[in-house]
């Protein structure tokens, strides 16, 4: 059973940085995870729909939504079993609950984690 585990949230000012980590179990990271599968950071703001903030897919290749561009970066440690989400230059608009997602090519299936909660203000 695959479980994923977000922590690193917290209270930030703007222009801060925070570091989210997702730590999976049930499944091992090495060089062939992106094989068939894809990881992901997704984001979920009061009032509004979850959103996409980065993936990373088969060749190691790296997706970011715009609002993420030059300020995020997704990044995975195999030996850590872990998938990392670096966010510089937070602002209020950043502040959100942010979830860590596995979807499995093969089963056809997303797991997700229980979110972490990230606010940014002064």
């Known amino acids: 059973q695959v479980q994923l585990v977000e922590s690193g949230g917290g209270l930030v000012q703007p222009g801060g940085s925070l570091r989210l980590s997702c730590a999976a179990s049930?499944?091992?990271?090495?060089?062939?995870?992106?094989?068939?599968?894809?990881l992901a950071w997704y984001r979920q703001a009061p009032g509004r729909m979850r959103e996409l903030v980065a993936r990373?897919?088969?060749?190691?290749?790296?997706y970011y939504a715009d609002a993420a561009k030059g300020r995020f970066n997704i990044s995975r440690d195999d030996a850590e079993n872990t998938l990392s989400l670096q966010m510089n230059s937070l602002q209020p608009e950043d502040t959100a609950v942010y979830y860590c997602?596995?979807?499995?090519?093969?089963?056809?299936?997303?797991?997700w984690g229980q979110g972490t909660q990230v606010t940014v203000s002064s």
């Open positions: 997602n596995l979807f499995m090519g093969r089963e056809r299936r997303g797991y």
């Open positions: 990373m897919y088969v060749g190691d290749n790296t």
């Open positions: 049930g499944i091992t990271f090495d060089e062939r995870i992106l094989d068939e599968n894809i």
